[in-house]
């Protein structure tokens, strides 16, 4: 159908939405036909006693989803960082559809709001230094996430293993004083809580040789302050 055999819509009224901040209803032909951002109402010149063809009309209807998502996906990365993957799934849940939701997303990474590469980095450096987490449970997190396998495995390649060590050596000391039984029964309990806390088997018993050393030297000078006692 060409704009010959098409019937023009004339904007009959121009209505200022009362709750939606910058929302304005149109009416075409005396009828609510549907409601805009103040951005879309601007850029197609959306004034009252304009024409439109349903071709423009639907034009602006794309337009007002498009801008609907990039608003929702920035206020997401607002709030805090996040992966591709879950500003994808997030709009999905919104009822955005596959379209809108890929035009959405390539406008935050070219504007810079979403890179994973980034988001996995601030990610890992929170986890590790902050949180005291190791590099195998920062891995499934990362995975879960939707991060690409290659960013995954060069981002667990920037830790730093000292860094590493030091927040297990932490929460380990803190683990192993509210353990007790015997020597055999803390190594045990403290390693379990180092490996669900994501650590490595090399840090683990790094970590516990040198608790265990601590715990024999403290039991020896305890035993020789006792016999000077005496």
Do not use: C
């Amino acid at each position: 159908m060409n704009h010959e055999e098409e019937e023009l819509q004339v904007i009959t009224k121009v209505e200022k939405q009362k709750q939606g901040r910058h929302r304005y209803n149109i009416y075409l032909n005396e009828e609510y036909a549907f409601s805009v951002h103040e951005d879309i109402l601007i850029k197609h010149r959306l004034n009252k006693g304009e024409s439109l063809y349903q071709q423009a009309i639907e034009a602006i209807i794309l337009d007002e989803e498009r801008n609907m998502a990039y608003v929702k996906a920035l206020h997401m990365v607002g709030r805090r960082p996040h992966s591709l993957s879950e500003v994808k799934r997030k709009l999905k849940e919104k009822g955005f559809e596959a379209l809108i939701i890929d035009w959405a997303s390539d406008k935050l990474i070219e504007n810079k709001y979403i890179n994973d590469e980034e988001f996995a980095k601030m990610w890992t450096d929170n986890r590790v230094i902050s949180q005291r987490k190791g590099r195998n449970l920062i891995r499934q997190e990362l995975q879960q996430k939707g991060i690409h396998q290659d960013v995954v495995k060069s981002t667990m390649e920037s830790i730093n293993p000292e860094d590493e060590y030091v927040g297990a050596l932490k929460i380990a000391r803190t683990k192993w004083k509210q353990t007790s039984g015997k020597l055999m029964d803390r190594k045990r309990k403290t390693a379990a809580f180092l490996m669900r806390r994501g650590y490595t088997g090399a840090i683990v018993t790094k970590v516990l040789g040198l608790i265990s050393n601590e715990t024999d030297e403290e039991e020896l000078e305890f035993m020789e302050d006792g016999f000077e006692d005496n």
